[in-house]
């Protein structure tokens, strides 16, 4: 896995999750994969100079923080359904700073809706290998001690002149 996509990544997503939903994460280094049991997952995918999927799982008992930041509501005041929405705007907003992140500004990709990825099954299908491939880079994050991990995966291999520096 390259280091530097990684960091390029983590310094993304805590960016994102601090602006857009006022949620502070730190980075995990040694720990085990998230436990399936408890989280939940949204994806996305994206084709341009290169192509390839995010995604973002999360403890379920920060999706109602997440929501209700975004919203700046009470976390009680959220619904299953807005509390999914948050999850994809948070996606969405990361993969659309990634991806200029490593291709440079004037890079154009094409993205999809977000979606849930639902059940466990489901969303170990999402998070280990994809065609035989595993991520091109995995960020493990800390969130109010619960898990967050977000997986890009690539078509490919990215250019090496596709990093900004």
Same mark, same amino acid.
Not at 68 to 77: I, R, T, Y
Not at 120 to 129: G, R, T
């Given at each position: 896995?390259?280091?530097?996509? !990684?960091? %390029? *990544?983590?310094?993304?997503?805590?960016?994102?999750? &601090?602006?857009? =939903?006022? /949620?502070?994460?730190?980075? @995990?280094?040694?720990?085990?994969?998230?436990?399936?049991?408890?989280?939940?997952?949204?994806?996305?995918?994206?084709?341009?100079?290169?192509?390839? !999927?995010? %995604? *973002?799982?999360?403890?379920?008992?920060?999706?109602? &923080?997440?929501? =209700?930041? /975004?919203?700046?509501?009470? @976390?009680?005041?959220?619904?299953?359904?807005?509390?999914?929405?948050?999850?994809?705007?948070?996606?969405?907003?990361?993969?659309?700073?990634?991806?200029?992140?490593?291709?440079?500004?004037?890079?154009?990709?094409?993205?999809?809706?977000?979606?849930?990825?639902?059940?466990?099954?489901?969303?170990?299908?999402?998070?280990?290998?994809?065609?035989?491939?595993?991520?091109?880079?995995?960020?493990?994050?800390?969130?109010?001690?619960?898990?967050?991990?977000?997986?890009?995966?690539?078509?490919?291999?990215?250019?090496?002149?596709?990093?900004?520096?």
């Amino acid at each position: 896995m390259n280091h530097r996509l !990684n960091d %390029v *990544l983590f310094n993304v997503a805590e960016e994102t999750l &601090e602006k857009l =939903a006022f /949620m502070f994460v730190s980075r @995990e280094y040694d720990r085990e994969d998230i436990d399936y049991d408890s989280i939940v997952a949204a994806s996305i995918s994206f084709s341009g100079p290169f192509s390839g !999927n995010l %995604v *973002l799982t999360i403890s379920t008992n920060c999706v109602p &923080e997440l929501s =209700a930041n /975004m919203l700046g509501v009470e @976390e009680d005041e959220t619904t299953p359904d807005q509390q999914d929405d948050a999850l994809k705007e948070t996606l969405n907003v990361i993969c659309g700073n990634i991806l200029p992140a490593i291709a440079g500004k004037k890079a154009v990709f094409n993205i999809t809706a977000p979606f849930i990825v639902n059940g466990m099954e489901d969303i170990k299908k999402a998070v280990e290998k994809v065609d035989g491939k595993g991520p091109a880079s995995v960020v493990r994050m800390e969130m109010d001690g619960e898990q967050c991990d977000i997986f890009l995966y690539i078509d490919g291999e990215i250019p090496e002149d596709f990093f900004n520096d």
